[in-house]
């Protein structure tokens, strides 16, 4: 299957707030931003709350816009996009660029205002001309969408170049992206992939993703499947969901030996070392070659000693997963009981697929006695996260 790449929205996303600096603590203004900085770097956001908001008070204009954009993210206060768009406003009188590129965000998504995408590229203009590498990103974006402005390549090119001097990742991996698709450049794949390995190398989940397509369809680069799997695992456990399909497509067709060139003993390594390193996906893939005997001698204690260290670090589709094999006796013995174990552990996480299943068990009485009222309960909560097969249980 051919992986395609798309130009995304979530480039818009990386406004940065805070700027970082390292500083001793002390009673000026500046110092007090940078300790409610740290605090919100560490995820504490009510102590940054109480630190920011009485400086954004006193008129300090960084801390206007931060205490904005946790109003915006709801991060230690009720997400509030009008209340974010005040502070955004009163940092903006002070000629905050960061305040100027963020309430550019909230017009391009409209949230707090009307969607406004001229109005968008107003406030990502002012921001970019002062030198904000995240807003000269934005306007690129714009320029290559044609949202807000007419459409203009060579207009992004320029903004997206200004942005990648100052070392952005996503300038990085958008300019790379019209590289790769001969966009206002002409089409050339080793452009490409040096901008995404940039990126990529700074831990921007899209081009990782991006670089592991390059690698897996030999675009630019020799083509080379398990370097293919290292950017998507990369990108994968940032998130990105289309990473994590590529990584199980490309394990797949390797167990299947179907599209690809196999090199049995260099995949087989790398799935070790990745392993060893405590990759949750590495685990559980490892795990199941062990158990079915594909590419490695078949050993059931080596499959469930991966299978176990991949769902101890608390992933619900993997504790789904193992439960799946208990239930269904996939390469060991059935076990009801340890099946549900692993369900509810995932189910307790909210798996929505974990939630059916226990519903199943209760309702055809596997492994529990049967309980229909149990089994409602399961399906209700499986079908609230939206399980079609839980929903449609319920109709009959």
Request: with cysteine.
């Amino acid at each position: 299957m051919k992986l395609t790449k798309t130009f995304l929205t979530s480039a818009l996303l990386a406004a940065l707030i805070f700027s970082v600096q390292s500083t001793a603590w002390a009673d000026t203004p500046e110092q007090q931003f940078q300790q409610g900085f740290e605090a919100a770097n560490k995820g504490d956001y009510q102590t940054a709350l109480k630190l920011l908001q009485p400086l954004a008070a006193q008129g300090h204009a960084k801390a206007q816009n931060s205490l904005g954009w946790m109003y915006s993210e709801g991060k230690g206060v009720k997400q509030d996009y009008a209340e974010a768009i005040k502070w955004y406003q009163k940092a903006i009188v002070q000629g905050n660029a960061k305040a100027q590129n963020n309430l550019g965000w909230a017009y391009y998504r409209g949230e707090g205002v009307k969607q406004d995408y001229a109005e968008a590229v107003k406030w990502f203009r002012k921001a970019a001309e002062q030198g904000l590498a995240d807003a000269q990103n934005n306007l690129g974006w714009a320029y290559y969408r044609g949202e807000g402005v007419k459409q203009d390549y060579a207009e992004a090119i320029k903004w997206y170049q200004k942005a990648i001097v100052q070392g952005n990742a996503w300038a990085q991996n958008n300019l790379a992206l019209m590289y790769e698709n001969g966009r206002g450049v002409k089409q050339d794949y080793s452009e490409a992939v040096a901008l995404y390995r940039k990126a990529a190398e700074q831990g921007n989940v899209k081009a990782q993703n991006n670089l592991g397509n390059m690698y897996n369809d030999g675009k630019g680069v020799k083509q080379d499947h398990v370097d293919a799997m290292k950017w998507y695992l990369k990108a994968a456990e940032q998130g990105d969901e289309d990473a994590e399909f590529a990584l199980f497509k490309l394990v797949d067709m390797y167990v299947k030996g179907k599209g690809i060139k196999q090199d049995e003993d260099k995949m087989v390594k790398w799935f070790h070392k990745a392993a060893e390193q405590d990759h949750a996906i590495v685990q559980f893939v490892l795990g199941m070659l062990y158990l079915e005997g594909k590419y490695v001698k078949q050993d059931k204690d080596e499959a469930m000693k991966w299978l176990h260290k991949a769902t101890k670090q608390g992933d619900a589709k993997f504790q789904f997963a193992l439960g799946e094999i208990y239930f269904k006796g996939r390469g060991i013995e059935q076990n009801y009981s340890e099946a549900l174990k692993w369900y509810q552990k995932s189910a307790e996480q909210g798996y929505a697929d974990a939630q059916f299943s226990i519903g199943n068990m209760y309702h055809n009485g596997e492994g529990v006695k049967r309980d229909l009222s149990k089994a409602k309960e399961w399906f209700l909560k499986a079908c609230d996260k939206g399980n079609k097969k839980a929903c449609d249980t319920l109709k009959m």
